[in-house]
Structures are given as C-alpha cells and as structure tokens.
C-alpha cells in the first residue's frame, strides 16, 4: 500500500532564512508527486508537481523541490522564507495508474519567526 | 478558466440535526469530485469521490453521505449530526485522467 510520511509536523525558522519540508513515499509503481499550501482556513493551493522530466521543479512563491527515485522522498525548499510564507504544507503522491486517487501526507507546519 | 465554489464558509449545529455542504465546478466538464475532511492537526481524509454522475464511491463508512445530481454538483449530507462530525471539509475536482487537484475555500463545520 501506498503511503506519504512528512517527517516533521512542525518547522520553526526565521525569517529570511532558508527552509526544507521533508516528505517521503512509498509505492511499488511510478508516481505523481505534489506539494500542496494551506493558509488559515482556506482551501488548498496547489503549489509545484513533478510528473516526469526533470527532477527538479520550480513552483510558486520561490519555492522548488526536488524527486529523489532512490531514496523516494520530494523534499520542499526555499532559499529565504518570508513571513507570508507561514502556513501548512502538504505533500501528495498519486500512483501512475490511478485516475483520481491522491495519498496524502499529515502537513507540515511552517512557523516563521520574526 | 475554471472556479470552484464551495459553501457556506461555516456552520454551527447541533447534535443530530441533518447536514447539506454544497459544492459546484464551473468552467469544465465530467470533472473527478472529491470531498475530504481535515479535522485539527491532522492530514486530509478522502471521504467520497465521484467520476460521473450518480457514481459515488466512500472512501471510510461513516455518518456522511454524498450525492451528484448533476455532472459538476456535488453534496456532501447527513441525516443526523454527531459531534465527531466536527471539521473541516474540502471540496475538489480534477480533470479526468489529470493528475492534481483543486480546491474549494472549505466549510469550517462545529457541531455543538
């Protein structure tokens, strides 16, 4: 069975220093990896996807992450966090073969200090 | 382009009354609808998806149902309320055969 582990539930950093949300997967099949924003109560943001090509993708807000096969992990980075940036990050994974069904990490929060 | 409009933003009520969050795509057609809920600290749980019109799939048995009466409506009920019942709840949509998801603003529900 698939699933997505986000290793840390929350992530203090100051601003203007840089950050990386960590998400691994597990699956036996090819797969679509996603990276998901939620501000305080809102709906999801999509924020970068990686479905084939290179493995480094560049997504909104300065943000890219990177798709590591090996080790099967997609982490998030951003070299210089801002104080917007402060919200709930989710990682997403969606088998290759599946028409509709997206697994889901438990979110990350990233806390930016003044 | 294409919106996705879910509503209302919240809602208060009590125990054992019924539930209706209504959900509508606009600017597609024969989209993937999903519903999911999120309670506090925790991922987001799949509750229902639908690929078509009168297809409803649950994903967890519970209290919930969902219905699609029309190719980009999608409703999310209850019969009665329970206090577990208590979220936040998503509406979604995807292409089919499309690989991300979009997302409604959410319906903060407290059942009191």
């Known amino acids: 069975a698939q699933s997505v582990t986000q290793l840390d539930s929350q992530v203090p950093v100051f601003e203007e220093a840089p950050v990386e949300l960590r998400c691994n997967y597990s699956s036996s099949v090819s797969v679509y990896l996603f990276w998901y924003v939620q501000y305080p109560n809102q709906g999801l943001q999509l924020l970068l996807k990686?479905?084939?090509?290179s493995t480094l993708v560049k997504g909104i807000n300065g943000f890219e992450a990177e798709f590591n096969k090996s080790q099967t992990s997609f982490h998030l980075r951003k070299p210089s966090v801002h104080i917007s940036d402060t919200a709930e990050y989710f990682c997403?994974?969606?088998?290759?073969?599946?028409?509709?069904?997206?697994?889901w990490g438990a979110g990350t929060k990233l806390i930016i200090k003044p | 382009s294409q919106t996705i409009h879910q509503w209302p933003a919240t809602l208060v009520q009590p125990v054992g009354s019924p539930l209706s969050l209504e959900c509508t795509v606009e600017g597609t057609s024969n989209p993937n609808l999903y519903w999911y809920r999120q309670a506090a600290g925790r991922g987001l749980q799949l509750l229902f998806y639908s690929v078509g019109i009168g297809q409803i799939s649950s994903e967890v048995p519970q209290n919930l149902s969902a219905s699609r009466p029309q190719d980009r409506q999608f409703i999310l009920s209850s019969k009665k309320l329970l206090l577990s019942d208590s979220g936040f709840y998503l509406c979604a949509w995807s292409r089919s055969g499309n690989t991300e998801a979009f997302f409604g603003q959410g319906t903060r529900l407290t059942v009191v």
């Open positions: 997403a994974v969606r088998r290759g073969d599946s028409n509709y069904q997206l697994i």
């Open positions: 990686y479905l084939s090509g």
